[in-house]
């Protein structure tokens, strides 16, 4: 079974830029999360879909991201305009359950995507 | 804000030692926790899952956990070269099930 897939594994743009991150989660699971990680620091939630709806997204840092899961499956994050301080690992993650939650909750990661903003 | 401390590292262990890493948590109300493993570059995978109080084993693996000192940690016997990762501890907020992460404790098993 395939597992949590991103693209692009890194992307390099300049300030102002728009660039568009996707997440395809594993069959199946409802809960896709959204997380960052900014060098040296700590994984940071973004948000949280649970199928299509946005169930969580107190994490977001703004309206430059804009995250959407349309039909329920995979899901994008686009920033616009991007500016330095975005730039991190972007991880999203799928779950059968919620996040943990006791014997659903298991978080499954991607390899995440690394934005540089230049 | 409620937060979940690790101490960043390098921790070296010796081949063959136990490797000891620990992480607290500022939310009494966490129900759930978990360690992950992250490779450079790769993603983080889960390795153990803790919910009550006292310890958890899966081989070489031992997770810890005291709610009363509101404290987990990972036990690693027999530590091998291929444990050498960063190591992500994580907590579940009171009032959801958001996860907090801490930073991560880098480890590095010496041959």
């Known amino acids: 079974e395939a597992g949590v897939t991103q693209f692009p594994s890194h992307s390099v743009i300049e300030k102002g830029q728009t660039v568009t991150l996707r997440c395809d989660p594993i069959?199946?699971?409802?809960?896709l999360y959204w997380y960052r990680r900014v060098m040296g620091k700590e994984i940071k939630f973004l948000l949280h879909f649970v199928k299509e709806s946005k169930q969580d997204e107190s994490g977001m840092p703004n309206n430059r991201f804009l995250a959407e899961r349309t039909g329920g499956t995979y899901s994008t994050l686009k920033v616009q305009p991007a500016e330095l301080e975005d730039s991190g690992v972007y991880f999203c993650?799928?779950?059968?359950?919620?996040?943990?939650?006791?014997?659903?909750?298991?978080?499954?990661f991607g390899e995440g995507s690394r934005l540089t903003v230049l | 804000q409620k937060e979940v401390e690790q101490n960043s590292g390098p921790l070296s262990v010796p081949e063959g030692a136990i490797a000891s890493l620990n992480c607290t948590y500022s939310?009494?109300?966490?129900?759930?926790f978990f360690w992950y493993r992250q490779y450079s570059g790769k993603s983080p995978e889960l390795i153990m899952s803790?919910?009550s109080n006292g310890d958890q084993e899966d081989g070489r693996f031992t997770a810890q956990l005291n709610k009363a000192s509101q404290y987990v940690s990972l036990l690693i016997r027999d530590s091998q070269p291929s444990d050498s990762a960063t190591y992500l501890c994580a907590a579940t907020m009171d009032s959801n099930y958001q996860l907090i992460w801490g930073a991560g404790t880098k480890l590095i098993i010496k041959p």
């Open positions: 803790i919910y």
């Open positions: 993650a799928s779950s059968s359950g919620l996040a943990g939650q006791p014997g659903t909750g298991e978080l499954f």
């Open positions: 069959s199946g699971h409802d809960n």
């Open positions: 939310d009494r109300g966490s129900q759930s």
